[in-house]
């Protein structure tokens, strides 16, 4: 049977909600298999978020892993295609930590790539008519944190692919009328979109994704 691995994260920074965890809430809610679908919602700590995805990892053996965040200033669903090994926290995590030019894995190389597909998740989700878009920063703070250790992590797994999914804040619990957001209910279905096209998807898309700047 195939596993599956599904993250967010818990709120951070004095908000009351995160919408990716509450949106991975709702694809458990209304997973009905066939394959089995393990959530969890990480720590916004970078010891705390690299530990436990270590251990479920290390747990469940999933056959695919996708880690779920928050990018408060984005209007789509980013699919991130390259996690750095570099931490460098402009504010605090939930634990105090302030890390500054650190690496996520001390012997790791300097980046890795998804290994999912994910042009062919982002088209997937923009035909469903919710904006999406391929990413190539997922920032340096607890997210990108949380990507390069799924990559490092199932690097020498075959078998096992990982990628991540940056949200915006959902239109229910946006902390201000101007911020970008998305339903959560949107936000829900394209986490499931991606969870979809993932197992179907070896190849990913021949199409252009890139950035000119």
Known sequence: MTTILLTGFEPFGGDAVNPSGEAV????????????????????????????????????????VIATGLAGN?????VERVAVNLLDA???D??????????SVGDGPAAYFASLPVKAIARDIAAAGIPSEVSHWAGTF???HAFYTALHATSRSRGIRAGFLH?????????SA??????????????????????????????SAGAIS
């Open 25 to 64: 809430r709702r694809v458990d809610a209304g997973w009905d298999g066939p394959e089995t679908l393990v959530t969890a919602i990480l720590p916004v700590t970078f010891d705390g978020a690299r530990a436990e995805l270590g251990r479920l990892i290390d747990v469940h053996r999933p056959e695919l």
């Open 74 to 78: 984005r209007a789509a669903i980013s």
């Open 90 to 92: 402009r504010i605090p």
């Open 94 to 103: 939930n634990a105090g930590a302030q890390p500054v030019d650190e690496p």
């Open 142 to 144: 607890v997210c990108n």
């Open 167 to 175: 949200v915006p804040w959902s239109a229910e619990h946006a902390p």
């Open 178 to 207: 101007d911020a970008a957001t998305l339903p959560l209910a949107d936000i829900a279905e394209a986490i499931g979109i991606a969870v979809r096209t993932s197992l179907r998807t070896t190849t990913d898309a021949a199409i």
